[in-house]
């Protein structure tokens, strides 16, 4: 089965923060506490999309790219460092870039808050998720990696009624970057959970707290959003810890957030979704159909992985005729589940090879046109060895 992971991330931070100052970013092995269920025999491919543009919205709000607004959002001492930086940054010279920006990161932290007036953790921890994506763009990731620790610590730390609903989901995507790298960056995968589980919890609570009816409980289904909280911004936290527990085998945790997941993007509520919700949902139920058919596939667990595979093709289906142009989350999700659906049809055991062949073929052709190599491979050696099959 192929798994896909393209996620649209929320635009807020392109960070590798720690949750607490517990975390270490030293190698060392990782062993989930429950081993992942044994594989099929079928090819689990997982393709990452690359997210280098994550972060512009979190520099276009920190007004760096408009000198004209820094008096507005930066006092005198941080705004000289700053300018600086960005001007070295500009002209190429990472390194003074880097020590400018440092600079400001450090003076910034000792200011009073009220000089920042408004948000001043946005304005605050702007300064160390634009420096620390400016290190890892250099190779840098272990040192981006304590700034994106310490910025998601100074949150944290702070009282939280001194907090806007903003600054508290900054943290949640601070949180949420930490658990993308974790493994990258050798973090224990305990850890990875418990900043993971933050990150659930705490966009959980902004949704609680921002409810015009406090005494009905949390439904997904009819939820309202305040304007600064986008459904992706709640949609990420819970599909990352899902990935989390698929990964460790943990299906009874993985699968329901993912199912909310979906209730969140797709609500049964009559309105028009945008093509990207769909698709996004489409990719969480391709997750839960890989899922399914871990380990020993019983004829329930098939059905209802063909059953969320054929709901992630129509999905799809429909998004990409309402769209004039591609979206990236919508072509990746389709490659991985035209993919899944012809290794479903492959393993039913009802003599599907030919339909399972043309979903191959589709997949084979979407993902070169779409240039997903390991896609291509996949696909490749699937109608290789139905090829092999036949008499």
């Known amino acids: 089965m192929l798994r896909l992971r393209a996620l649209r991330y929320s635009p807020q931070v392109r960070s590798l923060p720690r949750a607490s100052g517990t975390l270490s970013y030293k190698h060392c092995p990782r062993r989930f506490s429950t081993e992942p269920q044994p594989q099929t025999r079928s090819k689990i491919?997982?393709?990452?999309?690359?997210?280098?543009?994550?972060?512009?919205?979190?520099?276009?709000?920190?007004?760096?790219?408009?000198?004209?607004?820094?008096?507005?959002?930066?006092?005198v001492e941080v705004r000289v460092d700053?300018?600086?930086?960005?001007?070295?940054?500009n002209n190429g010279d990472l390194e003074t870039s880097a020590y400018y920006k440092r600079k400001a990161w450090d003076t910034a932290k000792t200011l009073p808050l009220e000089v920042f007036k408004t948000e001043p953790y946005l304005k605050i921890t702007g300064i160390a998720v634009d420096l620390a994506g400016e290190l890892e763009e250099d190779g840098k990731p272990q040192e981006a990696f304590g700034l994106y620790s310490d910025a998601l610590d100074l949150i944290r730390n702070a009282s939280h009624e001194h907090l806007s609903g903003k600054e508290r989901l900054r943290s949640v995507s601070l949180a949420v970057k930490l658990g993308q790298l974790a493994e990258p960056c050798g973090v224990p995968v305990e850890e990875e959970e418990k900043v993971l589980v933050f990150a659930v919890e705490e966009v959980l609570k902004l949704l609680l707290d921002n409810r015009e009816d406090n005494?009905?409980?949390?439904?997904?289904?009819?939820?309202?959003?305040p304007s600064w909280l986008s459904k992706t911004d709640v949609g990420v936290p819970l599909q990352e810890l899902g990935d989390f527990y698929g990964r460790a085998?943990?299906?009874e945790y993985a699968i329901p957030l993912y199912i909310q997941g979906i209730s969140l993007l797709i609500p049964e509520d009559g309105t028009k979704h945008p093509p990207e919700d769909l698709c996004q949902g489409a990719q969480l139920m391709n997750n839960i159909a890989e899922l399914l058919v871990r380990g020993n596939i019983t004829p329930e667990?098939?059905?209802q992985a063909e059953t969320w595979a054929q709901k992630a093709l129509s999905l799809l289906s429909s998004a990409r005729k309402n769209t004039k142009e591609q979206i990236s989350t919508c072509e990746l999700a389709l490659c991985a589940a035209l993919f899944n659906a012809g290794m479903l049809r492959e393993v039913s055991g009802r003599g599907d090879e030919e339909r399972a062949r043309s979903f191959f073929t589709a997949a084979f052709q979407q993902s070169s046109s779409f240039g997903v190599d390991e896609g291509v491979a996949a696909a490749k050696e699937a109608i290789e060895r139905l090829n092999s099959k036949q008499p």
């Open 45 to 75: 491919w997982i393709a990452t999309v690359s997210c280098g543009v994550l972060g512009a919205a979190a520099l276009a709000y920190a007004g760096w790219d408009a000198y004209s607004n820094w008096r507005n959002l930066y006092p």
């Open 82 to 89: 700053l300018k600086r930086g960005i001007s070295a940054k």
């Open 215 to 225: 005494s009905q409980p949390l439904d997904f289904l009819k939820l309202k959003l």
């Open 249 to 251: 085998g943990k299906l």
């Open 301 to 303: 667990r098939r059905a």
